[in-house]
């Protein structure tokens, strides 16, 4: 009962999302990224909170879920590179919306954590699914435009030691992806989401509370067979689409 919630929910959430955005993909992933930070900085908060009163420390999830929202963070200014937030009414409606979003993920968070992880698998699976639209749908154009250098500067230049912080289930510095025009920094964010699903599903598992550890821990979560059959590391093959 608590999941069919938690799904009509996000159904609730993506339909208004689609609707409005219908014809504007990079104001539609401005949103989408606004609000997809929010669960994490969530997570944070509940748990700075329960350390400080001397209830439980975790610091292995403080790292992880830092990185989570550092690497959503980088996909936002990607696409504010794109001008998803040239518009004053996609910043309200965004910015308000994870104002809202932060404070139910909050109280979910404290209520019952591994229904606050299944929400953001949910919602992280939509972003995966919609990047991988994406792309299959605009490949040509992408690839004949370059990369923002916010995008490089994440994915190639900089520290890369948050950006394999993130994956719980992948073993650090296994994946190096290429960043040489747009197509290929849109294939990275929907990897990277897939990469946020693993780690929520980590999360809810019997034993995460001793078994989840930070991935240069050297202690990598084995995901269960399903979702890695749901969620492939390695991108599907895609199809042009003409005219």
């Given at each position: 009962?608590?999941?069919?919630?938690?799904?009509?929910?996000?159904?609730?959430?993506v339909l208004v999302i689609d609707t409005f955005y219908r014809d504007r993909p990079y104001q539609r992933f401005y949103v989408l990224e606004t609000v997809a930070r929010v669960p994490y900085f969530s997570y944070l908060s509940v748990l700075h909170l329960y350390e400080t009163l001397g209830w439980w420390r975790k610091a292995d999830w403080l790292k992880v879920h830092f990185a989570e929202a550092w690497?959503?963070?980088?996909?936002?200014?990607?696409?504010?590179?794109?001008?998803?937030?040239?518009?004053?009414?996609d910043r309200f409606f965004a910015q308000h919306t994870a104002l809202m979003y932060y404070w139910?993920?909050?109280?979910l968070y404290m209520i019952s954590p591994r229904s606050a992880y299944y929400m953001m698998e949910q919602i992280e699976g939509h972003a995966f699914h919609t990047y991988d639209q994406?792309?299959?749908?605009?490949?040509a154009e992408l690839q004949a435009q370059p990369a923002p250098a916010i995008a490089i500067a994440y994915y190639r230049d900089g520290d890369l030691y948050m950006f394999d912080e993130f994956q719980t289930c992948t073993k650090p510095e296994s994946r190096r992806p290429s960043v040489d025009n747009l197509y290929d920094v849109f294939v990275n964010i929907r990897d990277d989401e897939a990469e946020h699903v693993k780690t929520m599903v980590a999360c809810q598992q019997p034993d995460a509370q001793t078994a989840l550890k930070?991935?240069?821990?050297?202690?990598?979560i084995?995901?269960?067979l399903e979702v890695e059959l749901v969620?492939?590391?390695?991108?599907?093959?895609?199809?042009t689409v003409e005219g």
């Open positions: 009962m608590v999941k069919f919630v938690l799904r009509s929910l996000v159904g609730i959430l690497n959503e963070l980088h996909h936002l200014l990607i696409m504010e590179s794109l001008g998803g937030n040239r518009w004053w009414i139910v993920m909050v109280g994406f792309v299959a749908t605009n490949q930070s991935p240069h821990n050297l202690e990598v084995q995901l269960p969620l492939p590391t390695t991108p599907a093959p895609v199809t």
